[in-house]
């Protein structure tokens, strides 16, 4: 089984990961790691915290000659911005952010230290975990990709697109949105919200293409993926709500509509012609792509600031204002990837076991060859 913690602070000397679990013989590429960090700080809307970073991730410990040894990995990703000393305090909490429920938990009379780690600075961690798991899930030829499909009021259409131009086109657009048209009104959008001084949120799709069959399990409520999915995607900042295929939308509609019909042929085997499951049934993925959308909220920081409270004097004020972005959905899909990345391999290692690379894909061929007799 996989797992991972992250530490540091958002201007602190670095932020940190520990991967434990990856199996001997993979080859990490720290360049691909790189690629997948330049994504996350890319997208229209992102604040100035973006042109001051260059995030490179180094490789600590679990490697030699650029291949994991079935030690843990250890990840540091440097901040050009370490000033966290000598910053100011801060008393005015932002409505939606953790400020006042942190101080409050934590005891702390200065909001500094609660802003500090629940800044979404701490996903440079979990995109590097991400990249990791990216290159072992690409051994098994399972590709990770995400795309918006909303910000704000502005939605895409993608209906019939397949995968590899939902990827394609997605890379091009500066919100990372596969429908052209729907990318100019969301620059256009976001625009307006910079000149209003507000915030934007939205709604980005992760896609899981060729995973087999079988990952996750009914037994047990704590194996179900879609679950495990749910959850990794909500620990995102700002995420306010994720869902599975059509999600909440088959909550108004009847089971005729919903469910997707199985069909057979000869050398295909089992198929179906929707995917409205999203991939998954029983809580089991079932062969067609993994499909999680997640529902973002504006941003917490507004640089025309909420009423707040002082929590010192208990006098009105106006809420902090903090360097931010005026909209991270593009980022967001990035950091997406890379947990959804992190829980696919993880359920591929429960599966498939194996303390090597070798070890893992002898039983995966197993695996797909016991499942042949349903073709």
């Not at 260059?54 to 490789?59: E, V």
């Not at 098994?140 to 995968?163: E, Q, R, T, Y």
Request: proline fraction near 3%; charge should be positive; charged fraction near 25%.
């Amino acid at each position: 089984m996989l797992r991972y913690l992250t530490s540091g602070e958002s201007h602190g000397k670095c932020i940190l990961a520990i991967l434990d679990g990856i199996p001997s013989g993979l080859r990490v590429d720290t360049k691909a790691i790189d690629r997948e960090l330049k994504r996350r700080m890319s997208g229209y809307g992102r604040g100035k915290r973006m042109s001051i970073e260059s995030d490179r991730a180094q490789i600590l410990s679990g490697l030699r000659k650029s291949v994991t040894i079935g030690s843990p990995v250890a990840l540091m990703v440097a901040n050009a911005d370490h000033s966290i000393d000598s910053l100011p305090v801060v008393l005015h909490p932002r409505p939606g952010h953790a400020d006042l429920a942190g101080a409050m938990k934590y005891g702390l009379d200065d909001i500094r230290s609660v802003l500090e780690r629940a800044s979404a600075r701490e996903t440079a961690a979990r995109v590097s975990v991400g990249a990791v798991c990216k290159a072992l899930l690409a051994e098994f030829g399972i590709k990770v990709a995400s795309h918006v499909i909303a910000i704000g009021s502005v939605g895409a259409d993608v209906a019939g697109m397949p995968f590899s131009g939902i990827v394609k086109n997605a890379e091009r657009s500066p919100v990372r949105c596969a429908d052209p048209e729907a990318s100019k009104l969301m620059c256009g959008r976001i625009d307006r919200a910079m000149e209003e001084k507000d915030t934007l949120g939205g709604i980005f799709e992760v896609i899981v293409n060729g995973s087999p069959a079988g990952l996750g399990s009914y037994a047990q409520w704590d194996r179900r993926l879609d679950a495990r999915l749910a959850s990794a995607l909500m620990s995102i900042q700002a995420v306010k709500g994720v869902s599975l295929g059509i999600g909440f939308e088959a909550s108004g509609l009847s089971g005729s509509d919903v469910h997707d019909e199985i069909f057979y042929s000869t050398g295909k085997g089992f198929f179906r012609k929707t995917n409205n499951a999203g991939g998954i049934e029983g809580g089991m993925t079932n062969g067609g792509d993994i499909i999680a959308r997640a529902f973002m909220k504006p941003i917490a920081t507004l640089r025309k600031p909420l009423a707040s409270v002082n929590i010192k004097s208990k006098k009105p004020v106006a809420a902090t204002v903090e360097r931010s972005d005026t909209c991270a959905v593009p980022a967001a899909g990035v950091v997406g990837e890379a947990v959804v990345a992190f829980e696919v391999a993880n359920a591929m290692v429960e599966k498939f076991g194996g303390d090597s690379l070798g070890e893992m894909k002898r039983n995966y061929d197993g695996y797909i060859k016991q499942i042949g007799k349903f073709r």
